[in-house]
C-alpha cells in the first residue's frame, strides 16, 4: 500500500498495527533496499500513465534489442 502512495495512518489502519510497528517495519525494509522511496515514485509514475510493472517488463526485451 505504501508503494502505491497511501498514507502510513490508512496502511496500519488497514493491516491492524500501530503506527510505530509500520513505522519500524519500513525503517527495516529501507535498511534493507534503500531504493524503496524511488520504487515508490516510479510506482506512482506508472499509475499515471496506467502502466504496471509487468507493462515495463514486458517490454525490456525489445530496448534490449535496440542497444545492441
Do not use: C, H, W
Not at 488497514?14 to 533496499?33: H, P, Q, S
Not at 515495463?56 to 535496440?66: E, R
Amino acid at each position: 500500500m505504501l508503494l502505491d502512495g497511501a498514507t502510513y495512518r490508512r496502511t496500519a489502519e488497514k493491516f491492524n498495527v500501530g503506527l510505530a510497528t509500520l513505522n519500524r517495519i519500513v525503517k527495516d525494509a529501507r535498511k534493507k533496499a534503500p531504493d524503496f522511496d524511488d520504487l515508490r515514485q516510479l510506482n506512482s509514475t506508472l499509475k499515471k500513465l496506467d502502466l504496471t510493472p509487468f507493462d515495463v517488463m514486458s517490454v525490456l526485451p525489445l530496448f534490449a534489442q535496440f542497444k545492441e
